[in-house]
């Protein structure tokens, strides 16, 4: 029977009459509240019914209820608090002084038996008081539906109170509850169990109340996890997969990437089901995701899923499609994504800040105006001479052509007709020559004097540069030129025909799992090919958004963020993970993040998460940080805590879908059963 069913099942406000007064059967009495407010109450507790209870740990749920009769006076509410940290009692002191007296008395007189305590110092000693906050209250409407509201409209006195701690039945409901609904349908997913101490002395004897997440809480939203190494974050991810998956299954169509026209709604929803399959792309910093290791333990994304998985890697190997770029076929990408690269990038000499200077972007006018297509050829020709002389391997019979006078073609090599197409070889002798004798040719001068302007513009000149190693004209070589391009060859591959993002956003668009193993390159070069990929499928679907056609759900999934997002302190909005979380909603883009750290991520994404996962932080400056989003308050002094061997997977939950924080021990992750479940 599934949550849904049972929640038909749950009276929430069963009470039976015994004894002249109501008694509530949803849980065991705790106490009655002394002091109450809007936002936390202080409860009295006995040690006798802390042991019926089993355990009131810090942390767990408990519920206040007006003590009457409901029916009578329509009260049909009840108060949800959180149990925080021990309540000072007004008669503390005197019972501090009353115990201090006894202890001295015993070791007066050499007896430690508690025989020796009289009834009514036992009675007083037996009491104590916990502070709880105040998450909200549960009521009926006119219907008789339950509803959740995350504030208190009204509260009455303390003393007409009663406190319990709910039965399995009830916590179920409690930590599952939803505005629209309680989840455990099509499309959820189980992912774990309450738990609320990394001590399980009770729990170990109590039944599991199960935890569900409603997996369109996650598509299209910022999801974050946060905690130190090796306290579960890779088996959260899995598990929020696993919960998009089940979801995409239930798709009814595959979205149509060629369809120009606007769909008659773009709502991305039929129902629980999204309308058109999951995309969701894992960027593998480690490559744990991408290949096989002793932790997953048969449950790789990439087997279970191994239909709609397909893997990407910056170097070749089998089993994956490469992450490389044909630099002679993607003219424009190629020179960016060279310019990225650190070689490149982090040069100050002049001769390499002017080729960082010139785009091959292809011109709007280029088909209509002779002109601009001449110059924008010769610039292509160069720089193919330029990849060629720096080790980058073209790809079979490839050719390069551009327009040249009779005139200037005679200057430099009467047997070369460069509109007729050469090799990569005489193409490069060609622009070798042109630049040896283009200060002292004729044909430039006269062009200059006729026309206004020098035969060879800015850009070129920096390419011929690049490609003669020489600074001027006719000089020798004087500089590294094309040499600093070598470490980027080892990027480019002669055999694709499109670029891999190009290939890698079709698959997302047609819902498949990509993971990108990034494990085999740098800091610098991880974060070049990520951000490429981001790049290409955010402005893919924001064209698609600005012309009125529908986006599916795109899933990015990044371990180890801080290597790649802004830092706290960077307020550069403009930045294309700033962007994912700020705009990301609309496009139905969703982020999920993985760090050990808090203050390691930008204000601008944590500000826009909607979903955080928190296990252990280990410092009091991550707890300081913590405390200003959601109820995480409540459990800074729990989060410090932890146990290596106990207390993996113990983490602290708030979804969209849910109005407050849920401490929960993640189910391990297991491959789907037959029924996909």
């Not at 193409?427 to 020559?433: D, I």
């Amino acid at each position: 029977m599934s949550i849904t069913d049972n929640i038909t099942k749950v009276d929430f406000f069963k009470r039976k009459h015994e004894a002249g007064k109501w008694e509530w059967d949803t849980g065991k009495f705790v106490g009655r509240p002394f002091k109450i407010s809007y936002t936390d109450a202080s409860v009295l507790v006995a040690d006798a019914w802390k042991e019926r209870a089993q355990g009131i740990p810090q942390g767990c749920f408990l519920l206040a209820y007006y003590d009457c009769d409901p029916d009578k006076l329509g009260l049909h509410e009840a108060v949800l608090l959180r149990v925080i940290e021990p309540a000072e009692l007004p008669t503390d002191r005197d019972v501090v002084s009353s115990m201090v007296e006894y202890y001295k008395d015993t070791i007066r007189t050499g007896s430690d038996k508690q025989s020796q305590l009289d009834q009514y110092s036992r009675y007083e000693f037996g009491f104590s008081g916990v502070k709880c906050s105040i998450l909200g209250c549960f009521y009926l409407d006119d219907s008789g539906r339950l509803l959740f509201g995350a504030d208190l409209e009204n509260f009455y006195s303390a003393h007409n109170y009663s406190v319990i701690k709910p039965n399995d039945e009830l916590l179920t409901v409690i930590v599952n509850y939803r505005d629209k609904g309680v989840p455990g349908g099509a499309g959820d997913i189980r992912i774990g169990k309450v738990r609320y101490s990394s001590s399980r002395r009770f729990a170990s004897t109590q039944a599991d109340v199960p935890v569900y997440v409603k997996a369109k809480d996650f598509a299209g939203k910022r999801t974050a996890l946060f905690g130190m190494t090796r306290t579960g974050k890779s088996n959260s991810i899995k598990k929020i997969i696993q919960a998009n998956e089940q979801m995409s299954a239930l798709a009814p169509m595959l979205l149509d990437t060629t369809k120009e026209s606007p769909e008659e709604s773009l709502e991305p929803f039929k129902g629980d089901a999204p309308k058109y399959p999951i995309g969701q792309i894992i960027f593998d910093m480690n490559g744990e995701y991408a290949n096989k290791n002793l932790q997953d333990e048969g449950t790789a994304i990439f087997e279970i899923y191994k239909d709609k998985t397909e893997r990407y890697s910056i170097v070749e190997k089998p089993g994956f499609k490469v992450m490389k770029v044909n630099f002679y076929n993607e003219v424009e990408s190629g020179l960016e994504l060279m310019k990225a690269f650190p070689s490149v990038a982090d040069d100050t000499t002049k001769f390499m800040v002017g080729f960082r200077s010139v785009f091959l972007d292809k011109p709007e006018n280029y088909s209509t105006d002779v002109s601009t297509k001449t110059r924008y050829d010769r610039r292509v020709a160069v720089y193919y001479c330029i990849l060629y002389r720096a080790g980058f391997k073209e790809p079979t019979g490839f050719k390069v052509k551009w327009e040249a006078s009779t005139d200037i073609c005679g200057e430099v090599n009467k047997a070369l007709k460069p509109s007729a197409g050469l090799s990569l070889e005489d193409a490069c002798n060609w622009w070798e020559q042109l630049w040896k004798i283009y200060d002292s040719s004729p044909t430039a001068q006269d062009y200059k004097k006729t026309k206004g302007r020098e035969w060879a513009d800015d850009d070129l000149k920096a390419l011929l540069v690049m490609l003669t190693r020489c600074r001027t004209s006719g000089g020798t070589p004087d500089c590294n030129g094309y040499r600093n391009l070598r470490p980027v060859a080892t990027q480019h591959t002669p055999l694709t025909k499109t670029a891999f993002e190009q290939d890698i956003l079709q698959a997302l668009r047609a819902g498949k799992i990509v993971i990108a193993d990034l494990s085999s390159g740098d800091e610098e070069l991880q974060r070049m090919y990520s951000e490429r990929i981001t790049r290409k499928v955010f402005r893919d679907a924001m064209d698609r958004f600005t012309s009125a056609r529908p986006n599916n759900f795109i899933q990015f999934y990044f371990e180890e963020a801080h290597n790649l997002f802004p830092k706290k302190e960077d307020k550069d909005l403009s930045q294309i993970y700033n962007r994912l979380a700020k705009e990301g909603a609309k496009l139905h883009i969703g982020l999920v993040y993985a760090t050990q750290e808090v203050s390691s991520i930008s204000g601008n994404i944590l500000k826009a998460t909607q979903n955080w996962f928190i296990s252990h932080l280990n410092n009091e400056d991550e707890i300081k940080e913590l405390r200003k989003y959601y109820d995480f308050s409540d459990f800074s002094d729990s989060l410090v805590r932890f146990s290596q061997d106990t207390d993996k997977g113990f983490v602290r939950v708030k979804t969209y879908s849910n109005a407050f924080v849920v401490p929960v021990q993640i189910d391990k992750f297991s491959a789907p059963k037959a029924d996909g479940k």
